[in-house]
């Protein structure tokens, strides 16, 4: 049997499940795919943004213009009644410049108060003053790729769930299976096959 038509080949796995849908490799090493385990740069890197959110659809506004509003939109669309400017460290805007696809990425000074705003951001799609508002964990931008095709590998219905948990790609193979993390295509691969 030829690397082609072998199952237990990663090769096979990319070339029958990954290409077909359209997953690049593009970022991520054949070195890295061997390892199940973090790259140790990026698991840093990652730490470095524990206490991060992104945020898109805010106008543009100087830092301690920003963060007014920021306080504004978690305590009356998010009902954070508790937040205070403090506990927002900095704010700065990523992407070119003046363009649609810049984003703000929000450092609180605490990781339960990062948390406690994103667990209610949905309570900014249900109004319809903050629906082009979304909020969104900071990930490297390996992981941003590897969760986006988990995402579509499970609009594909090859795998049941993907989301991020503290930084970590999740997916969930079935309904009912236990969650596992995922740290390369080649452990992704591996959870369409099975």
Not at 73 to 78: A, E, P, Q, V, Y
Request: proline content about 3%.
């Amino acid at each position: 049997m030829d690397h082609k038509t072998n199952p237990e080949r990663a090769e096979y796995v990319i070339d029958t499940v990954l290409k077909p849908l359209d997953i690049r490799l593009g970022g991520i090493t054949r070195h890295r795919d061997e390892l199940n385990k973090p790259d140790e740069k990026d698991a840093a890197d990652q730490k470095l943004r524990e206490r991060n959110l992104r945020i898109d659809g805010l106008p543009e506004l100087d830092e301690e213009h920003m963060k007014d509003t920021l306080v504004k939109l978690f305590k009356n669309r998010l009902g954070i009644t508790g937040i205070k400017r403090s506990d927002i460290r900095n704010v700065h805007w990523i992407g070119g410049k003046r363009t649609s696809t810049r984003r703000l990425i929000v450092c609180f000074t605490s990781k339960e108060m990062r948390d406690q705003v994103y667990q209610r951001k949905k309570r900014t799609m249900t109004n319809p003053d903050t629906k082009n508002i979304y909020i969104d964990n900071d990930l490297t931008s390996l992981r941003e790729k590897l969760f986006f095709d988990a995402r579509k590998l499970a609009r594909a219905k090859k795998i049941h769930f993907a989301w991020v948990d503290c930084g970590n790609v999740m997916i969930q193979r079935r309904e009912g299976d236990r969650p596992r993390t995922v740290y390369n295509l080649k452990q992704l691969a591996e959870a369409c096959k099975k």
